[in-house]
């Protein structure tokens, strides 16, 4: 189970769906969440700080490392690390992955009353065109997964 949470950037311009693989961490260790817009007023620290396609997490690691250690996981994090094996990442592969999936299946929806079989086809088509699409853009979490 999978713990998850929608977050506000600083500016307050955009906001991000995450994700928090097995409950280790919780939302406070976020400390801020920075969108492309917000990016520039950030005094940029790779000891605490992950960065995807311009927008940054600003992640507690002590808090985060005694998390880990509190459930017998004892190994050294990183926001890297946090970020790219899903214990505070995205709820997909982007920030508005949930949003991106919602509105696809709502436009598909009237063909899956008049065919099943088509419905689910251009359902898997949209949505590898759109991680092909992330994956060009650089986005983590989409570069292995096509
Ligand atoms: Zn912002």
């Known amino acids: 189970m999978c713990l998850q949470h929608h977050r506000d950037c600083f500016c307050g311009r955009r906001s991000a769906h995450l994700t928090f693989r097995d409950n280790i961490l919780s939302p406070e260790i976020l400390v801020n969440l920075y969108c492309p817009e917000c990016r520039p007023a950030v005094h940029w620290d790779a000891d605490s700080m992950v960065e995807d396609c311009g927008w940054v997490l600003e992640l507690d690691i002590p808090a985060a490392q005694l998390s880990f250690q509190k459930k017998g996981i004892h190994r050294q994090v990183t926001p890297a690390y946090l970020f790219d094996e899903g214990y505070l990442s995205w ?23 008049e065919n099943m079989q088509q419905y689910l086809q251009a359902l898997k088509k949209e949505w590898l065109a759109h991680v092909a699409q992330l994956k060009a853009a650089g986005w983590r979490k989409a570069q292995n997964a096509l």
């Not at 592969?93 to 709502?106: G, K, T």
């Open 91 to 113: 709820q997909g592969l982007s920030p508005v992955d949930a949003e991106v999936n919602a509105e696809i299946h709502q436009r598909l929806e009237p063909l899956a009353k």
